[in-house]
T-cell receptor
Framework: NAGVTQTPKFQVLKTGQSMTLQCAQD?????MSWYRQDPGMGLRLIHY???????DQGEVPNGYNVSRSTTEDFPLRLLSAAPSQTSVYFC?????????????FGPGTRLLVL | AQTVTQSQPEMSVQEAETVTLSCTYD???????LFWYKQPPSRQMILVIR??????QNATENRFSVNFQKAAKSFSLKISDSQLGDTAMYFC????????????FGKGTKLTVNP
């Protein structure tokens, strides 16, 4: 059981480039989400999904796209990277989006946009 | 909108001693949960403890316990017998019961346990 995995661990992008951050879980969790963590800040929700084919926006969705074609995978796409998107990105999953369920976090992807 | 405030950016404690991290929150809801998450230098976010707002009894998990004051909207974390492995960022978080689908985090407290 690998839990929640994220790739890559670290990425450098130039302004305007696009890329996809990968997130996968092998726990058959229906709920998956993406957060970003900036220095001196707590985590903020970008997008979330309550099941395959269903996604919705979180607190800071601008500049990011998501899709959920399978239960296991929830990729986060940066369409045109900007320096303001320099951050650490965490993917999380749980059986349901309820507070009774423990959310499991991946190890994070550190992104630097120059 | 819910907000979570952690007023102590950094704290330190000697090994084997007790330390308390503070958290206050603001909400007009009655049904919610509060959490403390630990983020060690590895960056992996780990759930430490969870409190249901409708339960008056404070949650405990081994050396970790909370002091939940619902009327004051206060939710502090007490770590007893501090260990070097407790060195980490600690985040207080809030989640509504039903329909919220998101954790709202505070800015975190950096705890250092000194030998």
């Amino acid at each position: 059981n690998a839990g929640v995995t994220q790739t890559p661990k670290f990425q450098v992008l130039k302004t305007g480039q696009s890329m996809t951050l990968q997130c996968a879980q092998d726990m058959n969790h229906e709920y998956m989400s993406w957060y970003r963590q900036d220095p001196g800040m707590g985590l903020r929700l970008i997008h979330y999904s309550v099941g395959a084919g269903i996604t919705d926006q979180g607190e800071v969705p601008n500049g990011y796209n998501v899709s959920r074609s399978t239960t296991e995978d929830f990729p986060l796409r940066l369409l045109s990277a900007a320096p303001s998107q320099t951050s650490v990105y965490f993917c999380a999953s749980s059986y349901t989006p309820t507070p009774q369920e423990t959310q499991y976090f991946g190890p994070g992807t550190r992104l630097l946009v120059l | 909108a819910q907000t979570v405030t952690q007023s102590q950016p950094e704290m330190s404690v000697q090994e084997a001693e007790t330390v308390t991290l503070s958290c206050t929150y603001d909400t007009s809801e009655n049904n919610y949960y509060l959490f403390w998450y630990k983020q060690p230098p590895s960056r992996q976010m780990i759930l430490v403890i969870r409190q249901e707002a409708y339960k008056q009894q404070n949650a405990t998990e081994n050396r970790f316990s909370v002091n939940f004051q619902k009327a004051a909207k206060s939710f502090s974390l007490k770590i007893s017998d501090s260990q070097l492995g407790d060195t980490a960022m600690y985040f207080c978080a809030f989640m509504m019961q039903g329909g919220s689908e998101k954790l709202v985090f505070g800015k975190g407290t950096k705890l250092t346990v000194n030998p």
